[in-house]
Every structure is written in C-alpha cells, then in structure tokens.
C-alpha cells in the first residue's frame, strides 16, 4: 500500500485543507498518516466548525464530517 505523510501544525490547521485531501487519499486505497512538529495531536481551527461570523465563512458540513 502506498503511504501519504501530510505535516501539519500543532494548531489551527484549515480543516478543510487537511480532511478533504485524507478522504480522497483514503478512497483511492492510500494510507494517510498525519505528523506535527511536536509528535503530539493536531487540532484545526475550532471556528472553521462553529462558523467565523453567524455560522458563515466556516468550513462546509460536509469537510466537518470528513474531520470528526
């Protein structure tokens, strides 16, 4: 199988950036692995989830789903 290695920041990633590309990797029978500096968890952007202003400008239902 074929690996993918995506580095991310610790925090505050554009989750759409990140977990659109791991679901398309994924369905194409890719092994996705994630890296941080630190070797620790990367978390996204919590207002990409929540909205920025209203609810608007946050990522798409469908990016959170792919995220969680």
Excluded: S
């Excluded at 398309?24 to 202003?53: H, S």
């Amino acid at each position: 199988m074929k690996r993918i290695l995506i580095p991310l920041p610790n925090n505050d990633f554009d989750l759409t950036e990140v977990a659109v590309p791991w679901k398309l990797f994924k369905d194409k029978g890719y092994e996705v692995m994630f890296a941080t500096e630190q070797g620790t968890r990367a978390y996204c952007d919590p207002k990409l989830i929540t909205g920025v202003i209203f609810g608007q400008l946050g990522a798409t239902n469908e990016a959170i789903c792919f995220y969680r």
